[in-house]
């Protein structure tokens, strides 16, 4: 048996901090291709990626998991009691950074995939698409794997994303999509002078204060069935002015909308650039306005996918996942355009903190529901 307790292990003693593979892709490689995987390596912009495929190719059953490898920066160092890529177990609980976030969960996958395809070959083909740029820009690393994956006709029939989904305890929680995400960028010019005599001037100051007001007031929806209401948050306003005495020629505000599948991407970007252009004119100022878009809402319906890996769920841990859309982004933005996809993975509470760790029990358990969905699938 693949000891997914001992991966998770020696992947969090990879440093791969993004964008450094750190190890981690290459330990990957060796062990599945040991157990019969044709692996493929498709790095793209610096970042390393793994394509590994058991079974057929363009089989009509191919069950796909997804995943990455990468890391955020540990921060302060001397704020961790234990090493940060030391992989120390004490009382049960496994500590590193990618603990979490989301070692043991490719652990978890792969050792189950690989136990699985030696124990009871499947009529069919697993897929693992696993990627070192997901903590990043995400530019090169699931959407690279996609493209090659076109590009070479490969195909899943359906994905499990394998991030932690649990807020607090192990199965309470299966994400089946994710709210939008995007960030707007407004900087304001108006014309530098004397406070003393503003009429001189042209403040930008009061104008983006106006717009911010108008964006944070303003209530985008209520909710839809499967997502809650969408939100702005006003998460900076920048005017780098020393001087009591000037009034600045410029200042800056940013805003980040999470947003559901009442919205787009492009509608909303119109929503934002209407309203600068009204403030621009009510004030006289210039609003130039930039606008990313981090990924778009989507929902996979409760169905096939969701009931498979909710089943799996409550029969190695005894509870019902919630199906649910909160949260941030995740690789599944990408992958719901390739296929259905859905979300599950342990507790995520200590992700990106100091002391990052994992139960290990925790691991094991996970292993074994992600071997039940596959079982589950193939029978």
Known sequence: MTDAVQLTADLI???????????ALVLLQDILTEAGFECTRVDR?????????????????????????????????????????????????????????????VAAFAAAAIDFVRDTPPNG???????????????????????HMDQVGERMSVCLVGEPTCPNRMGEMM?????????????????????????????PLPAIARLMDR??????DRGTDHFDASTLAVVTIDTGNPATNVIPAQCSGTVNIRFNDTHSG??????????????AEEFGVE?????????????????????????????ETGVQPELSTTGGTSDARFVKNHCPVVEFGLVGRTMHQVDECVEVAQIEQLKAIYTRILTDYFA
């Open 13 to 23: 003693r990879c440093p791969s901090v993004t964008p450094d593979e750190g190890g």
């Open 45 to 105: 912009g610096g970042i390393s990626n793994l394509f590994a495929r058991w079974g057929a190719k363009r089989h009509a059953r191919t069950f796909g998991f997804n995943g990455h490898t990468d890391v955020v920066p540990v921060g302060d160092q001397a704020a961790w009691t234990k090493p940060p890529f030391g992989a120390e177990v004490h009382d049960g609980v496994m500590y590193g950074r990618g603990a979490t976030d989301m070692k043991s969960g």
């Open 125 to 147: 083909a697993i897929i693992l698409t696993i990627t070192g740029d997901e903590e990043a820009d995400a530019l090169d690393g699931t959407t690279a794997l996609l493209d």
């Open 175 to 203: 994400k089946i999509g994710r709210r939008g995400s995007m960030t707007a960028w407004f900087t304001v010019t108006g014309v530098q002078g004397h406070s003393a005599y503003p009429h001189r001037a042209k403040n």
């Open 215 to 220: 964006l944070a007031s303003h209530e985008l």
């Open 266 to 279: 492009a509608s909303l970007s119109d929503w934002l650039k209407t309203e600068a252009a009204r403030v």
């Open 287 to 315: 609003v130039e306005s930039k606008i990313k878009i981090s990924g778009e809402s989507f929902l996979t319906p409760p169905g096939a996918l969701s009931d498979l890996v909710a089943q799996a769920v409550e029969a």
